[in-house]
C-alpha cells in the first residue's frame, strides 16, 4: 500500500512542478499557403444573365515537422460556369500548423483531418467571399461543412474496403 501511495505522491509532485504528461493540442498559426484567382471572361462575364453553376471542391492533406508539428491543409477549388463560359476559378489553399503533444495516434488522425479544418474553415471561407467579391461577382458564401462526421464517413469507406465489403447504395 505504501508502494501505492508513493508512485501517486510522485505523479502529484511531477504535475506540480510543471510536468506536461496530459495529450495538448492547439493551432499555433494560420496562413494562405497558396492562393489563385481566375476571371477568365471578364469583362463579358459580368453581363451575363444567366446564373452559373458553381461547384465547390474540398481536399485535406496532413504531414509533419518534427515531433509534436503538424500542418494541415485545406484546399478548395471554386469553379462558376455558365452556358456561355468559365466566369472565375478561385483556388485556395489555406493551412494551420497544429501542435501536437501525448495524443494516441488515432485521436491525432481524427484531430487533423476532422477537427482542425472544422476550426480553420470559416477564415477560408471568408477567403473564398472575399475574392469572389473581389473578382466582381457577389460574395461566395459556402455552408459551414461538418468536417468530422465526413471524416467518420471516409474512415468507415476505407474499412469497408479492406475488409472487402461493397459500399451501401452500389447495386
Do not use: C
Request: glycine share 8%; no cysteine.
Amino acid at each position: 500500500m505504501a508502494e501505492e501511495n508513493h508512485g501517486s505522491l510522485e505523479a502529484d509532485m511531477a504535475a506540480a512542478n510543471g510536468s506536461d504528461n496530459g495529450p495538448t493540442v492547439g493551432i499555433i498559426n494560420q496562413y494562405i499557403k497558396d492562393m489563385s484567382v481566375e476571371n477568365p471572361n471578364a469583362p463579358e462575364s459580368h453581363q451575363w444573365e444567366q446564373q452559373p453553376q458553381i461547384d465547390v471542391q474540398f481536399n485535406i492533406g496532413s504531414r509533419s515537422f518534427g515531433d509534436e508539428m503538424h500542418e494541415v491543409e485545406l484546399k478548395i477549388n471554386v469553379t462558376a460556369k455558365a452556358e456561355q463560359g468559365t466566369a472565375f476559378i478561385v483556388e485556395l489553399a489555406y493551412a494551420a500548423m497544429v501542435g501536437m503533444r501525448n495524443v494516441p495516434e488515432d485521436q491525432a488522425h481524427a484531430f487533423l483531418f476532422g477537427e482542425a479544418p472544422r476550426i480553420i474553415f470559416p477564415f477560408a471561407r471568408r477567403i473564398l467571399a472575399d475574392a469572389v467579391r473581389d473578382a466582381g461577382f457577389p460574395p461566395l458564401m459556402l455552408e459551414p461543412m461538418d468536417f468530422n462526421t465526413l471524416y467518420l464517413q471516409q474512415l468507415a469507406q476505407k474499412q469497408a474496403a479492406e475488409a472487402g465489403e461493397q459500399p451501401a447504395g452500389n447495386a
